[in-house]
């Protein structure tokens, strides 16, 4: 096909463990497929073992204990989303998972699983074995760019984009999950997994198409996601890497509850809140304004 513009949106797609490729009752999800296949396994009940304690692995975890399953997370890192939100606030939602009865393993990784057809239990690094009728892979993403090796295209973590989405070939732009864009307020590359990135960045990618490239690139709002788990709405936006201090400024951590602020040289650059929605939103303007 000839063109004179072409975007790139061939998303991501689950990472999997080596070695568990035709392994019954072992999942990922991504896909609507892949939903209805772990909300069967669900339904019949047992032991589900969660590898991966990032949203993924937090909100399927909190739906399997409200349909009754016996559940355990187990999670490489100190905390569940402890490169997003960092250890202090990630040990909120290790609280989350406890207040609820699930097990979480942190700062284990897992060395593989056991089975012949099926499942049976997951092996961790330290020796530990942990009985498994389910279990659920929630290991990340990769972006989906194997179709482009060779064309010529820099590829980096995903396609490598400038800060209005172009690529290292004139007229084509990359958006969403594959693309790894120039983030100017953080002077590196970053690739967002989050629909607001998917949904946001488009508008630029295209004026850049449309303009040949000769539009300045604004300045991205600060990315923004959510997760509900165990009833607990947590929504995030800014970057938490590079802030040196991370205050409550509402709310209790012991009532789930809390807007909690990150700052570096005393500037705001990050914001999350766990069932704060209407002061998050005020701080997320804020954020908006005072880092663009
Ligand atoms: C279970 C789950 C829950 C999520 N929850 C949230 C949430 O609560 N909040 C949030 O912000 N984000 C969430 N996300 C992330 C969000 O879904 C993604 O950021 C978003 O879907 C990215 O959109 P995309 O268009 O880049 O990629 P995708 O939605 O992955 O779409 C890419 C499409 O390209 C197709 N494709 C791939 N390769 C090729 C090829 N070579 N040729 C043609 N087509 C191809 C794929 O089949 C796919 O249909 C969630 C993701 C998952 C998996």
């Known amino acids: 096909m000839q063109a004179d513009g072409v975007v790139i949106a061939t998303g991501a797609a689950a990472r999997t463990l080596p070695g568990s490729a035709g392994l019954a009752g072992v999942h990922t999800l991504r896909t609507l497929d892949d939903a209805r296949a772990l909300r069967d396994e669900l339904a019949r009940g047992g032991r589900l073992v969660v590898i991966g304690g990032g949203f993924i692995g937090a909100e399927v975890a909190s739906t399997a204990y409200a349909l009754g399953l016996d559940v355990t997370v187990v ?19 290790s609280a989350l998972h ?30 530990r074995t942990v009985p498994a009728d ?32 172009r690529t290292s070939l004139a007229g084509v732009v990359a958006v969403g999950d594959c ?49 509900d788990q165990y009833g607990v709405k947590i929504q ?8 040196d201090s991370v205050t409550i400024e509402a709310g209790a951590a ?4 809390i807007l909690a602020v990150y700052r570096r040289a005393g500037n705001p650059v990050a914001v999350l809140g766990m069932n704060q929605p209407r002061l998050f939103t005020r701080w997320r303007k804020q954020l908006a304004a005072t880092t663009s």
């Open 75 to 93: 999670e490489a890192a100190p905390t569940p989303l402890a490169g997003p939100l960092g250890e202090t606030m990630g040990a909120l939602v």
């Open 98 to 127: 406890a207040d609820h009865g699930v097990r979480l393993l942190c700062g284990v990784g897992v060395k593989g699983l056991s089975g012949e057809r099926r499942v049976d239990a997951v092996l961790l690094e330290d020796g």
């Open 134 to 165: 389910i279990v659920v892979v929630g290991v990340g993403a990769r972006p989906c760019v194997e179709w482009l090796e060779g064309s010529g295209i820099a590829l980096d973590n995903g396609v490598k984009c400038g800060a209005d989405g």
């Open 179 to 227: 693309a790894n864009w120039y983030d100017p307020r953080a002077g590196c590359h970053r690739r967002v997994e989050h629909w607001t990135g998917a949904r946001e960045r488009p508008d630029a990618a295209v004026a850049t198409l449309l303009a040949g490239g000769a539009v300045e690139p604004g300045v991205p709002r600060p990315p923004y996601f959510w997760s």
């Open 236 to 243: 995030f936006a800014g970057h938490a890497a590079g802030a």
């Open 254 to 257: 012991d009532d789930r509850d």
